[in-house]
Every structure is written in structure tokens, then in C-alpha cells.
């Protein structure tokens, strides 16, 4: 077994701004369009690409289940990564920070029904989990030549035990 146990917390905004946005309407609309009948969430993610373009992907993921093993991270250096449910599916994300080109602690968060994720430039994490069903999700990230995944296998990997209430 192993010491590194995460918990995962719900996500918010603000315990996740160091990694990425989250995407939600837990705020006031921007506007309200289409003769009254529909609310605008306006600029909600930074997206950030060294070069090439933005892209829209669709991945369907299989389901992913308590104790997850995380023990593999991986980042993307030339642009940001939003993920954005199609199917009702809440997923675990798992992210930690940069630690001298390797990763640092990992944290990890359970979204609610609604939320999205956008992954900041660089920033290291877990591979798509969707939590207890599959998930069809699509994918803003960047298009372009040349590699843009770095993967690091972890020597000690994390497990997550603890579902959200």
C-alpha cells in the first residue's frame, strides 16, 4: 500500500485557481441574451497556446472507481486543456504543481454536476477520470506540430479513497 492518500475536495474556484479555471455559473450572468431567454457566462477560462491553434476534441473515457490509483501524471507546455462534460458525469481531478520540472504534491477534487475544468499551461495532472460512469467530454486544447505531453510516471503512487458527500 502506500502513504500517499489524497482526499478528494469538492472543487471551487478558489482552491483550484493555482492549476486552472473552473467553469461553472456560480456567479451573475454577464448578460442575458436572445429576447430574455438565455443567460451569457462570458470569457469563463484562459485559454493559452505557445503556438498553433484551438481545437475541439471529444473523448469518451471509461468509468473510474474508489480506491483510484494514481500513478501516472502528465502536463501539456504548450497549452491549456478544458474539459467540459457532454454526458451528466462528475469526474475527479487530480492536479499538483511544477517541483524543479517534476511534479509536486498532488491534490485532488470531485466536480459537481455542471462543472468544467480548465487545466492552465503546464500545470501537471491525472488522466481524464470520469466517476463511477463513462463520460463523454469535449476537449479545448491546442493543435499544432510537436510534442506537447510530458509524462511522469510516479516511483510512489497516490491512492484516493474518499468520495464526496
Same mark, same amino acid.
Given at each position: 500500500?502506500?502513504?500517499?492518500? *489524497? ?15 473552473? $467553469? ?7 448578460? $442575458?441574451?436572445?429576447?430574455? @431567454? ?5 470569457? *469563463? ?10 481545437? $475541439?476534441? !471529444?473523448?469518451? /473515457? ?6 483510484? +490509483? ?5 502536463r501539456h507546455p504548450d497549452g491549456s486543456q478544458a474539459f467540459i462534460p457532454i454526458t451528466p458525469t462528475r469526474f475527479l481531478v487530480i ?6 520540472? @517534476?511534479?509536486? /504534491? /498532488?491534490?485532488?477534487?470531485? +466536480? ?15 488522466? !481524464? ?6 463520460? *463523454?467530454?469535449?476537449v479545448i486544447d491546442r493543435i499544432g506540430s510537436g510534442a506537447n505531453l510530458e509524462e511522469h510516471p510516479l516511483d510512489r503512487p497516490y $491512492?484516493? +479513497?474518499?468520495?464526496?458527500?
Amino acid at each position: 500500500m502506500t502513504d500517499r492518500i *489524497l482526499t478528494a475536495a469538492p472543487l471551487t474556484a478558489e482552491a483550484f485557481h493555482s492549476f486552472g479555471d473552473v $467553469i461553472d455559473t456560480q456567479r451573475a450572468p454577464d448578460k $442575458i441574451i436572445n429576447q430574455g @431567454m438565455c443567460d451569457r457566462y462570458t470569457d *469563463l477560462a484562459k485559454l493559452d497556446f505557445s503556438d498553433g491553434r484551438a481545437g $475541439i476534441s !471529444l473523448f469518451d /473515457a471509461k468509468a473510474r472507481h474508489l480506491p483510484y +490509483t494514481v500513478d501516472l501524471l502528465e502536463r501539456h507546455p504548450d497549452g491549456s486543456q478544458a474539459f467540459i462534460p457532454i454526458t451528466p458525469t462528475r469526474f475527479l481531478v487530480i492536479v499538483a504543481p511544477d517541483a524543479g520540472g @517534476m511534479p509536486g /504534491a /498532488a491534490q485532488a477534487f470531485f +466536480t459537481a454536476p455542471g462543472q468544467c475544468v480548465n487545466l492552465h499551461r503546464g500545470v501537471w495532472h491525472g488522466v !481524464l477520470a470520469p466517476f463511477e460512469a463513462p463520460g *463523454l467530454f469535449a476537449v479545448i486544447d491546442r493543435i499544432g506540430s510537436g510534442a506537447n505531453l510530458e509524462e511522469h510516471p510516479l516511483d510512489r503512487p497516490y $491512492i484516493v +479513497t474518499a468520495a464526496p458527500d
